[in-house]
């Protein structure tokens, strides 16, 4: 019960999708075929949200609910973060799915994103297994 909360959240946020059109497949492929502006402007306006929302907690050093301070990591550049981003957009164009709309997909009876969940969810797990042998 104490992380309904959250459950709470991702249904709202799951809805949103779903009425917005952002988990839309003809929506992701209008995109990468540079056809239609509507998932730029969402990403973009998601972007500056999170460069907002990132400034007003370092300038007013605002907590977490529990009370704990936000610690924001300086990041570094890896080469890996262009391969891993190359990756990520050609398995996105691909599947006309990213791992945030997944859950949204399938919940919207688009049954067949669930292979691109099981491969997202190995994906991971091969990262995980590998990650030590590779450059960062």
């Known amino acids: 019960m104490k992380n309904i909360k959250y459950l709470i959240v991702g249904l709202v946020f799951g809805i949103i999708f779903i009425k917005a059109e952002v988990i839309s497949w ?3 492929q209008e995109m990468f075929r540079l056809q239609s502006f509507f998932m730029y402007g969402v990403i973009g306006s998601a972007v500056m949200v999170g460069m ?3 400034f007003l907690i370092k300038k007013f050093d605002i907590k977490t609910l529990d009370g704990e301070k936000v610690v924001i990591q300086p990041k ?3 080469q890996g973060q262009i391969y891993g981003g190359l990756l990520f957009g050609f398995g996105w164009a691909i599947t006309g799915a990213c791992p945030g709309p997944l859950f949204a997909q399938i919940g919207s009876g688009f049954t067949v994103v669930a292979i691109t969940l099981i491969s997202a ?10 990650k030590d042998k590779l450059p960062h």
């Open 26 to 28: 003809f929506r992701i």
């Open 52 to 54: 907002l929302s990132v």
């Open 76 to 78: 570094t550049f890896s």
């Open 121 to 130: 969810i190995l994906g991971t797990w091969v990262y995980g297994y590998i």
